[in-house]
């Protein structure tokens, strides 16, 4: 069984043997928060406040997608500052401003850009629902 897959089961198997308590709780937000990298985790905020310290981006989200080398591959949703056209040097640009700031395994090695970033009806990032958009748009691509 993957790494992965052995702490998601050991965090249910936590949750389900005492859901009431903190730890229960806590857990199940860190499956959610965090981008999985072999042997070391990537906490999506970190990421994404270097790519707003950027002045081509507006808005910016970081979710892992499921990577057979990696576990999980970092990938930046961006949405431009307006004005800005989306290209390859942008891109260059973005991951470049990331891996002069953050440790190598941080660097997003997929730069997505996109017109909004979904929100939940509270205006916080929907990171389930960006995730589930960009299996869906890789399945679709493939």
């Known amino acids: 069984m993957p790494s992965s897959a052995r702490c998601v089961a050991a965090m249910r198997t936590l949750a389900s043997l005492s859901p009431t308590t903190s730890a229960a709780r806590h857990s199940a937000v860190i499956v959610n928060?965090?981008?999985?990298?072999?042997?070391?985790?990537?906490?999506?905020?970190?990421?994404?406040?270097?790519?707003?310290?950027?002045?081509?981006?507006?808005?910016?989200?970081?979710?892992?997608?499921?990577?057979?080398?990696?576990v999980e591959a970092v990938t930046a949703v961006?949405?431009?500052s307006p004005g800005v056209e989306?290209?390859?040097?942008?891109?260059?640009?973005?991951?470049?401003h990331v891996a002069q700031r953050l440790a190598?395994?941080?660097?997003?090695?997929?730069?997505?850009?996109?017109?909004?970033?979904?929100?939940?009806?509270?205006?916080?990032?929907?990171?389930?629902?960006?995730?589930?958009?960009l299996e869906s748009r890789a399945v679709t691509e493939a």
Do not use: C, M
């Not at 989306?86 to 470049?96: A, F, M, N």
């Not at 997003?108 to 990171?127: M, N, Q, W, Y």
């Open 33 to 70: 928060t965090v981008v999985g990298r072999a042997v070391t985790n990537v906490y999506p905020r970190e990421v994404e406040d270097v790519l707003l310290d950027h002045p081509l981006v507006r808005e910016a989200a970081v979710v892992g997608l499921p990577d057979p080398t990696w």
């Open 78 to 80: 961006v949405v431009l």
């Open 86 to 96: 989306p290209d390859e040097s942008v891109r260059d640009e973005l991951t470049s």
């Open 104 to 133: 190598a395994y941080k660097k997003p090695r997929l730069v997505v850009f996109s017109e909004t970033i979904p929100k939940t009806a509270v205006g916080k990032l929907d990171r389930k629902r960006l995730r589930a958009d």
